[in-house]
């Protein structure tokens, strides 16, 4: 059986694979997708509740099937609501650029990190693919 801890070393080797490509910040948003097209949000929704990928060791939402969930961080449910989909695309990428004392991680961003492994130094947690696909989730979550 193939750990947890084996699968995320090798969805970040994989995401690590790709070269980034580049983003325009216009105010608090990332406007263009990362992809130049719309991600798959059923994707995005299992990357979210999939704990691997981090998202729910902080937040919480409307995921029933986990039973363990974060509240350190702000209840994902209305995220579409709240944010449009460049800012969402923002928080994911970089949310040390809105906020240099945040502890969520930056998704996208490899260069000005110091407390990184050597393992992935120089590799982003997620894809450019991944990002859309959690944007495009994430913006259905609307009140």
Same mark, same amino acid.
């Given at each position: 059986?193939?750990?947890?801890?084996?699968?995320?070393?090798?969805?970040?080797?994989?995401?690590?694979?790709?070269?980034?490509?580049? +983003?325009?910040?216009?105010?608090?948003?990332?406007?263009?997708? =990362?992809?130049?097209?719309?991600? #798959? *949000?059923? @994707?995005?929704? /299992?990357?979210?509740?999939?704990?691997?990928?981090?998202?729910?060791?902080?937040?919480?939402?409307?995921?029933?099937?986990?039973?363990?969930?974060?509240?350190?961080?702000?209840?994902? +449910?209305?995220?579409?609501?709240?944010?449009?989909?460049?800012? =969402?695309?923002?928080?994911?990428? #970089? *949310?040390? @650029?809105?906020? /240099?004392?945040?502890?969520?991680?930056?998704?996208?961003?490899?260069?000005?990190?110091?407390?990184?492994g050597n393992p992935w130094r120089g590799k982003p947690i997620l894809?450019?693919?991944?990002?859309?696909?959690?944007?495009?989730?994430?913006?259905?979550?609307?009140?």
């Amino acid at each position: 059986m193939v750990s947890l801890a084996t699968i995320a070393f090798a969805a970040c080797a994989l995401a690590g694979a790709e070269e980034l490509r580049p +983003t325009t910040v216009v105010g608090d948003a990332i406007p263009q997708p =990362l992809t130049g097209t719309k991600g #798959d *949000a059923t @994707h995005g929704r /299992a990357l979210v509740v999939e704990r691997s990928s981090t998202c729910i060791l902080c937040h919480s939402g409307p995921f029933p099937e986990q039973a363990f969930q974060g509240d350190l961080a702000p209840n994902l +449910t209305g995220s579409g609501s709240r944010w449009s989909e460049g800012q =969402l695309r923002l928080r994911l990428v #970089d *949310a040390a @650029h809105l906020n /240099a004392t945040t502890i969520m991680p930056s998704y996208y961003r490899v260069d000005g990190l110091t407390r990184v492994g050597n393992p992935w130094r120089g590799k982003p947690i997620l894809s450019a693919e991944q990002i859309e696909d959690i944007v495009a989730y994430l913006v259905t979550l609307r009140n």
